[in-house]
């Protein structure tokens, strides 16, 4: 399969279309490990979901170079090091994105997989490095 440039995108947007994509999402992550679960305790949720859904779109953005997404980075990676987010933690919370995207894109494949993984990556170094 080769993804257009846009095939991230693409798939964030059927992973929506599909429904439940950022509940699976959440019930993926918080499973991950007791210490991400204790990060959400005191959580409103519905605005969560969509503080999520805007990151994501900022973060396929930045992958994409395009202006102003890299202050959107610092200020999320500025929050996150307030929580004290470990680099353990993003990883968690990829690999439950992927699995997100793999039960709600009816396109998905591994090579659409590796796509997600090499967009949030960038960003998630960013944070990381930010965080150090």
């Not at 990060?39 to 519905?46: A, H, I, L, P, R």
Request: one cysteine or more; a negative charge.
């Amino acid at each position: 399969m080769t993804e257009p440039p846009d095939g991230v995108l693409a798939s964030y947007y059927r992973c929506r279309r599909e429904g439940g994509f950022i509940d699976t999402f959440y019930e993926v992550f918080l499973s991950k490990s007791p210490a991400v679960a204790a990060k959400f305790e005191q959580t409103d949720f519905k605005i969560q979901k969509l503080m999520l859904r805007q990151s994501l779109l900022e973060m396929l953005c930045f992958d994409r170079g395009l202006a102003g997404t890299s202050e959107e980075i610092a200020r999320l990676a500025a929050r996150h090091r307030e929580l004290e987010i470990s680099e353990e933690m993003y990883g968690m919370w990829l690999d439950s994105l992927c699995t997100a995207v793999e039960r709600h894109d009816p396109e998905y494949c591994a090579e659409l997989e590796q796509l997600w993984r090499r967009a949030m990556l960038k960003s998630i170094a960013e944070m990381v490095a930010a965080s150090t």
